[in-house]
């Protein structure tokens, strides 16, 4: 099957049923998705596919119906405003879920450009084990500025 990830299409032959977390990190060696729980409940795994944040540990690879964007994929070379937003504010501590926290506030922004406190708490349901999710909504908020600027 093919499987387009970070805008390079790729040849992908494994078990239909792996999770697409497995075939990222150990097929294609995109390390930036996390696991944390594979179970999706943590959100460290959190990529894009098609837009949508998704946790690619609980969908099957034959199951992604769209492009799949990782925090590998975002800012061209650059930053991503999100990612500047997150730095800004010191948002990463241990910094483990950071790249699932980013790619969910990326599809929050793109849906959201500005979005409330209450659509922060709403689509933001990764967890963060330092508890760094005051910051985070800091950085958001910050990043749906700079996206607007």
């Known amino acids: 099957m ?6 390079k299409t790729h ?9 697409l977390l497995w075939v990222l990190r150990d097929v294609l060696d995109v390390k930036g998705p996390k696991f944390g729980c594979g179970i999706g409940a943590c959100g460290a795994c959190t990529v894009l596919v ?15 119906w769209d492009a799949v964007t990782t925090i590998d994929g975002i800012g061209e070379g650059e930053l991503h405003a999100v990612q500047e937003a997150w730095i800004a504010a010191n ?3 241990c910094g483990y879920c950071q790249s699932g926290q980013i790619m ?12 409330s406190d209450r659509d922060i708490d709403d689509a933001m349901t990764n967890l963060c084990r330092c508890g760094t999710y005051h910051k985070i909504r800091a950085a958001i908020k910050d ?6 600027a």
Do not use: F, H, K, W
């Open 143 to 148: 990043a749906a500025q700079r996206m607007r």
């Open 11 to 19: 040849a992908v032959d494994t078990d239909p049923d792996m999770p």
């Open 2 to 7: 093919e499987l387009v990830v970070n805008g």
């Open 50 to 64: 098609g837009g949508a944040a998704i946790r690619s540990c609980s969908v099957a690879v034959a199951d992604v």
């Open 104 to 115: 969910a506030a990326l599809a929050l922004l793109a849906e959201t450009p500005d979005p």
């Open 91 to 93: 948002v990463p501590q």
